[in-house]
């Protein structure tokens, strides 16, 4: 699989996966699959778990300005921010070229960048660091940790990486999240999910005071390591940060579609 077609199944990860993810956070969360657009908001104080994207494929201009100011009214109207996510390579030339000022008219302020990647890289070794040990989160302690090495990270304040985990049954039992601890202190996680035949790789993050270590690669094997090995699964994707994007590469992922963070600019 190469080309576009990574840049649909990355797409289409996002969706299966947030659904999922949003629908534990609450089982009334607006979960629509409308023409063109994918809305998986849990309305939450997490923002990464208020996701609106676009599903159309060699979109042009036009439909792209279309998309924009309906993206925009569905995250208006919703109590809490998040993001549009925008795969750039579903757009055509065209429409890649009128993104930015189509998205400033649509009332969207660029927020960062991102890159999908996938690979046919599992299973990988089990991993080692010399400076880590490995726990899989299973209490409402290693929760915590998790969501506030997250917090730490993406500069999220605690209470709002807290509110997208706190209480997940789906956390403790169907996802591979793992802890990498320095003694007896997180300073890094990785998660693995189960998701339409692959595995989806969320979440990562290390404690900024501890990065450039290796700690996040490895605590990532260690995901896809356990996930693997449970499922017997042999493809994952994941969605890279600018921070993460050289590390995966190392792991066997290779970078499909560019992603366009967006929030809204009055909020």
Not at 209 to 216: L, P
Request: glycine content about 10%; aromatic content about 10%; hydrophobic content about 45%.
């Amino acid at each position: 699989m190469t080309g576009p077609a990574e840049s649909v199944e990355s797409v289409q990860q996002l969706a299966v996966a947030w659904r999922a993810m949003v629908l534990d956070r609450d089982a009334g969360a607006d979960v629509r699959d409308l023409p063109g657009i994918a809305v998986r908001w849990a309305d939450c104080r997490f923002a990464f778990w208020n996701c609106v994207t676009l599903t159309d494929v060699g979109a042009g201009p036009e439909a792209l300005r279309g998309r924009l100011s309906q993206a925009a009214d569905i995250m208006r109207v919703k109590k809490h921010p998040g993001f549009l996510w925008l795969f750039e390579d579903l757009l055509d030339e065209e429409a890649r070229a009128a993104l930015p000022a189509a998205a400033e008219q649509a009332g969207f302020r660029y927020a960062f960048p991102g890159t999908g990647m996938a690979g046919d890289l599992l299973p990988v070794p089990d991993p080692a660091h010399p400076d880590l040990t490995f726990t899989r989160v299973r209490t409402e302690e290693h929760l915590r940790a998790y969501a506030d090495l997250n917090s730490r990270a993406y500069g999220f304040p605690l209470e709002e990486g807290r509110d997208g985990l706190a209480g997940s049954a789906l956390w403790k039992n169907e996802v591979y999240a793992y802890l990498g601890l320095r003694g007896d202190i997180p300073v890094a996680c990785a998660a693995t999910v189960e998701t339409d035949g692959r595995l989806f790789v969320v979440l990562v993050a290390t404690d900024p005071q501890w990065q450039r270590r290796g700690y996040g690669e490895a605590v990532t094997r260690k995901a896809l390591y356990e996930g693997a090995r449970a499922t017997g699964l042999t493809r994952a994707t994941l969605h890279a940060t600018a921070a993460g994007a050289p590390v995966y590469p190392r792991i066997g992922f290779k970078p499909n579609s560019p992603i366009g963070f967006y929030s809204l600019a009055d909020r």
